[in-house]
């Protein structure tokens, strides 16, 4: 079996909040995902975390994730992320505009509270959106409650999941908290979240989730490290030495008009997981050092950005026009909020990939054209998530496609 060292997939860890998507990364990976700031500005800002996950057999054929069991060591049959999402409600623009970060979900089901929770159904919805069918369901905290309520639970989970997915899916009863059954999950990730092969052979794409200067203050000129990228590949490949050009790119002001101009620059080195590479596809987290000043990747500056050979990033579009498709209530607020249809002149925030920008409706109908404040590089066919303010908090009311 083909051993790989480095993380071939992203699977997203979502669900409610305190179900315990934290306590199971741990389990899984030996280590609490990156912590993520979560800041709501005029929109919302997101960090996702990763934390990467080794799927390995011992000599009797058991899956686990440790090197060694019973003093022997283990096969390593391959590594994924874990990519985990702020659980609060306003944050869930994620999933939507994350999506091609993610190959597959684990959403976790805590067994002490009824199903659905409110992010739970918000969720679960999501991913139907999205078309995401690898998923597991995990339905945690089975150690505190009795077993015949445990029962109950799993089928009102499992009524839950067919009715709102229309097709079953793996539930796995577990104890994040005390590892139990994480031997099964780790053998049903590995049976039913096959490693995607089409991805290698599209254009080279990627998601800059994070840029920042690593250079410690006094550094000499010449031993700076060019400003990094971090992010995901959503497609293709990229090698140490290749020109990139990055887009939307810099924003400059000419007598109040704001102009978004690509970039070009070079590859000095890939890093993931924690090693330097001289070449990656998609699956994981990865950093790229550029030939960038690294002023210019300060502070998350790129964040949002698109990488990809030079000529072939998205268009960058000033005015967007969507296709809009909205709940019919607020999915995750405690009140039940009726959705109205868009208004003009509404201000609304939406996210693409991993870039959040807001913007005035200026046309409504079956196509809704909204006035960017800030420039995004998308593609015809890309799913955005849109959010709206209710009082002082902005709510995900729906989901545009990009026409």
């Known amino acids: 079996m083909k051993t790989e060292s480095l993380p071939v997939m992203n699977i997203g860890l979502i669900g409610h909040v305190d179900h315990g998507k934290t306590t199971l990364t741990s389990a899984l990976s030996g280590k609490w995902t990156d912590t993520h700031s979560e800041e709501l500005k005029r929109g919302i800002t997101i960090k996702l975390g990763y934390a990467d996950i080794e799927i390995r057999k011992d000599k009797k054929g058991n899956f686990t994730n440790k090197e060694k069991v019973d003093g022997k060591k283990t096969e390593l049959i391959r590594k994924i992320s874990l990519v985990d999402a702020p659980g609060h409600e306003t944050l869930m623009a994620v999933m939507i505009s994350g999506a091609a970060i993610m190959d597959g979900a684990i959403l976790m089901v805590a067994a002490n509270e009824d199903c659905p929770q409110p992010q739970t159904r918000e969720h679960l919805t999501v991913l139907k959106i999205l078309g995401i069918k690898n998923i597991i369901v995990v339905q945690n905290k ?33 104890s994040a908290q005390k590892g139990a059954n994480l031997d099964i999950l780790i053998e049903a990730i590995e049976e039913f979240m096959p490693t995607p092969k089409e991805k290698t052979k599209s254009d080279s794409s990627f998601i800059v989730a994070r840029s920042f200067d690593i250079n410690k203050p006094g550094t000499k000129i010449q031993k700076l490290n060019g400003g990094i990228l971090g992010g995901t590949i959503t497609g293709g490949k990229f090698k140490v030495g290749q020109e ?80 809009p498709h909205l709940f019919d209530k607020v999915l995750g607020a405690k009140e039940d909020l009726p959705i109205e249809s868009i208004k003009m002149h509404e201000p609304l925030v939406l996210n693409v990939g991993t870039a959040t920008t807001w913007g005035m409706v200026n046309q409504i109908g079956n196509t809704t054209i909204i006035n960017l404040k800030r420039a995004i590089a998308i593609n015809a066919g890309a799913k955005v998530a849109i959010s709206r303010k209710f009082g002082s908090r902005w709510h995900l009311i729906g989901w545009g496609e990009v026409k």
């Open 244 to 323: 990139i050009e990055i887009s939307p790119g810099f924003k400059t002001e000419n007598k109040g008009v704001s102009t978004w101009t690509p970039v070009k620059t070079k590859i000095k080195n890939i890093v993931s997981g924690n090693k330097s590479i001289s070449e990656k596809g998609p699956g994981g987290s990865v950093a790229i050092e550029t030939e960038l000043d690294p002023a210019q990747t300060r502070t998350d500056s790129l964040v949002g950005n698109i990488i990809g050979a030079p000529g072939k990033t998205p268009e960058i579009i000033n005015n967007l026009k969507l296709e």
């Open 142 to 174: 089975v150690d505190l409650v009795k077993q015949a309520d445990a029962k109950k639970h799993y089928k009102q989970v499992e009524k839950f999941v067919t009715d709102t997915l229309g097709f079953e899916v793996p539930i796995i009863p577990m």
